[in-house]
């Protein structure tokens, strides 16, 4: 995003590489009107007690200091339901705000914003709280390293749990298990040693091979068969140290196990070009948002 302001129906295209948007709309929509259930397919509370022709304005704010992410989602749901929805978008994907701050102001029918108001909820206050989250180890690392997020990701969600990391300042590591190899223990204790794992990943011609290392006597067959980066698995600061030393800047080093946020900033002084955390999409906490609708 690099507009701060969109304004229906002219706004900018949203897009996330892999994800496929007005899929993820129906689908969550679909879930709550219970769409193919016996009785299901409409908001029953809306339409017994809301008039068809009734409009409200609403406005979604912040009740924390956040960093935003997900406000082009959440407009998705609104305009699905009102194509004539009017939206503006108040602030920009990755910013951050204070308690108070109006993220988004709406104007519609008044069923259409009712029906959509909790699953576009629930997207902002999750990625949001996964973005601040990530801002929140960002800035403990003090300029030092590199923050990177995991596969440890609701199913279904990983695209967009991943473009939440990055607008709180991390860089995705692997999407999935396609775009790079990455070897661990048990492929290690399979293979029979560090050195014929990555070696057989090079002969498979695979193009990114990442290597966790558990010991530094890893560390050296690991570089001569070819790994392309190293993951230094529960290792604490002086250990790391150590293990930088003897890379010796031949391939990246990332940081993994025992990450957080009391932990993470002499982790990442430490030399290594890489912190991983898995916590910031599976343990972060959603973000307070709310959203007000006034009759119009």
Known sequence: MTQAHLSAPAHAPFSIKGFDLDAF???????DLGAGLPGGGRDVTSESVIAPEARFSGVMDSRDAITVAGLPIAAAFFRTLDPAME????VAEGAQVSPGTRLMRLAGNARALLTAERSALNTV???SGIA???RSYV??????ATLLDTRKTIPGLRHLEKYATRMGGAQNHRMG??????????????AGG?????????EAGVAQIICEVDHLDQIEPAIEAGAHHLLLDNMGPDRLREAVALVAGRVPTEASGGVNLATIGAIAASGVTYVSVGRLTQSAPAADIGL???PL
């Open 194 to 202: 560090v050195g014929p794992a990555v070696a057989r990943a090079r």
């Open 292 to 294: 007000d609708f006034t």
């Open 125 to 127: 206050q999750h990625l």
């Open 25 to 31: 709309v129906s689908a969550t929509l679909d879930e």
């Open 177 to 190: 298990l396609w775009d790079a190899a990455m070897i661990k223990d048990n492929h290690v204790l399979v």
């Open 139 to 144: 800035e403990a690392m003090a300029g030092h």
């Open 87 to 90: 939206i503006e978008i108040l």
């Open 132 to 134: 601040t989250m990530t």
